[in-house]
């Protein structure tokens, strides 16, 4: 099992309930997979929980959680039948494992893989990608549309979009997660993982403050990629901190300077799987835009 195969569960799972528009319903795809939600208090740090009783499957979300939160829970359990992965969180699924990258199990990120697909289609996030800017205010815009977290539904826009895109997520200061579009691959521009944020950026300088909120700075493209074709860019970054999780989201904007050819040579070779359908949600926490 790996992201492509996540993905094309999930979108063979929106075919066969006919889904063509945003938001889409959550419940009523559990509901064609034989799961009744329901909602209750649950303990401090939990999300949901899924159990069998007298024959039925059944899928509960915490009551305290946000909208987002809730419909996240919901596909994620979902994503654990369809994909046929066993639960590496029991019965019971721990918040915190929805906000952060570090030391999730891979059958739980291909979980959160498999739930973006579902909360933003490809179909639906194509055409609106071409149409709107890589902007945090057209986000909430789509955020609001799908009733999705924001960072969903800019990895979604990153891997949808024909401009030169990328979104990144740090934690603790060290990249842990990046989309980068057809159009920066194609560039031979790449976002390693496991590296520490560039100094300049305004994801270490939101970081270093220790502050949530919104930073904005200018870089050169080598400042993000080590790849020898990032010269050939310049980059405006939004990036928001949550101080909590330790953790920031980086918007990338990247603007060619000239148009001379890409070259066939890098600094560095690129991450192994940086070709995967890697888009990754797992944050529902970020459900309101904070600027």
Not at 178 to 203: G, M, Q, Y
Request: charged share 30%; proline share 4%; with cysteine.
């Amino acid at each position: 099992m790996d992201e492509n195969v996540a993905v094309a569960l999930a979108r063979r799972l929106l075919k066969d309930a006919n889904v063509t528009a945003a938001p889409v319903d959550v419940e009523a795809l559990a509901l064609s997979l034989g799961f009744h939600v329901s909602r209750k208090e649950l303990e401090e740090g939990e999300a949901g929980i899924t159990f069998e009783r007298r024959g039925k499957k059944h899928i509960c979300v915490n009551q305290k959680d946000s909208l987002l939160r809730q419909r996240f829970t919901i596909l994620h359990e979902i994503a654990h039948h369809v994909l046929k992965l066993p639960s590496k969180h029991g019965e019971k699924v721990p918040s915190n494992e929805l906000e952060r990258f570090t030391g999730r199990p891979p059958e739980e990120v291909l979980c959160d893989i498999f739930a973006a697909e579902c909360l933003v289609p490809w179909e639906l996030i194509q055409p609106l990608a071409e149409e709107k800017d890589f902007t945090l205010e057209h986000l909430a815009e789509l955020a609001e549309q799908f009733q999705a977290s924001r960072s969903c539904i800019a990895s979604r826009f990153a891997q949808a979009s024909n401009d030169h895109l990328a979104f990144v997520v740090a934690e603790d200061g060290v990249v842990k997660y990046s989309i980068v579009s057809k159009a920066l691959k194609e560039s031979r521009v790449w976002i390693s993982k496991d590296i520490p944020l560039p100094r300049n950026s305004a994801a270490a300088k939101a970081f270093n403050s220790g502050i949530s909120g919104l930073h904005e700075a200018d870089s050169d493209g080598l400042d993000w990629s080590n790849s020898d074709d990032a010269r050939r860019f310049a980059c405006y970054e939004q990036a928001i901190y949550y101080a909590p999780a330790k953790q920031t989201q980086s918007i990338l904007i990247f603007e060619e300077l000239d148009e001379r050819p890409v070259s066939t040579g890098y600094r560095s070779s690129r991450d192994d799987d940086d070709g995967l359908l890697d888009e990754l949600d797992g944050y529902p926490g970020w459900s309101k835009p904070r600027y």
